[in-house]
């Protein structure tokens, strides 16, 4: 008798849980995503040091970002190319 209830029980949850992702299921996963850019932006801000607010956000103009565009530095010079001969 424990084993049928169990039985049913694991059946009703697969069946709603179906049926939920079924009428649900989009919604579900952008909010997921959504949810996982996030913790993305705050790992990137954690790691960087930048802010994610400094880049431009869908709905804003370019002028306001561009204003918090830093030019980037001179490049190093390392050192010069030598090409070497082989002696025979």
């Known amino acids: 008798m424990k084993l049928l209830q ?3 029980i694991v ?3 697969y069946v709603s849980f179906r049926l939920i992702f079924k009428h649900f299921g989009k919604s579900i996963m952008a909010w997921l ?3 996982a850019m996030q913790r993305m ?3 990137f801000e954690k790691r960087s040091g930048m802010n994610m607010s400094d880049f431009n956000q ?3 103009s370019s002028s306001q ?4 565009v830093n030019k980037p530095t001179e490049k190093k010079v390392v050192g010069e190319y030598i090409d070497f001969e082989e002696i025979d």
């Open 33 to 35: 995503g959504k949810k």
């Open 11 to 13: 059946l009703v949850f």
């Open 65 to 68: 970002s561009s204003k918090k």
């Open 6 to 8: 169990v039985i049913f």
């Open 41 to 43: 932006a705050r790992s």
């Open 58 to 60: 869908p709905g804003q």
